[in-house]
């Protein structure tokens, strides 16, 4: 989660499994800004957002993820993975960025993993972009945006989702084997 955080080669100021991770959310990063499903869901918002398209083509995919009931079956296997995720988290050993470190209690009491789950925590999600972005103010049009194609991105997550789970399984593997 940090690694959006995490510039360059400071990378290596963490301990091995923490690099891995890391280089494996990098990873990943790279495979859904390049996959057709990203692409087409950031050309919605091309027009208004421009550079920023495919970040919000990231946010409304956890919409669509927290949603998946492959994946949790119902909100309180979300809720369940949510409250795992921030405990780990809070690992005493772990040092973060002082950005992601400044976020993480926002995240944990506002419990953004599970909100996603709910158009109203997509709206927010896309409301703290727009705040963090230095070349756009508006939030509202791309919330519209989402909610006006929202069948046609959720067509696009299921094309995109069984490819970048198995891209990870197995940029995972390869990671941990060097």
Known sequence: MMSDYVKGKTQYNYRPTVQIGIRLHRAID???????????????????????????????????????????ETAEVLESFAQRTYAALHSPTQEYPPKFASMLPYMVSQNWLYHYRYEDGIQ???????RRAAYISDSNTAFAIFKEYKNYIQEQYEAFFPNVKKFAIHTLQQLSEH
């Open 124 to 130: 927010k999600s896309l409301a703290g972009m727009v």
């Open 30 to 72: 790279e495979y859904t800004d390049q996959h057709p499903a990203t692409r087409n869901i950031a050309a919605l918002f091309k027009p208004h957002y421009r550079l920023y398209a495919g970040a919000f083509a990231d946010i409304v995919y956890d919409y669509f993820l927290a949603n998946d009931a492959g994946i949790f």
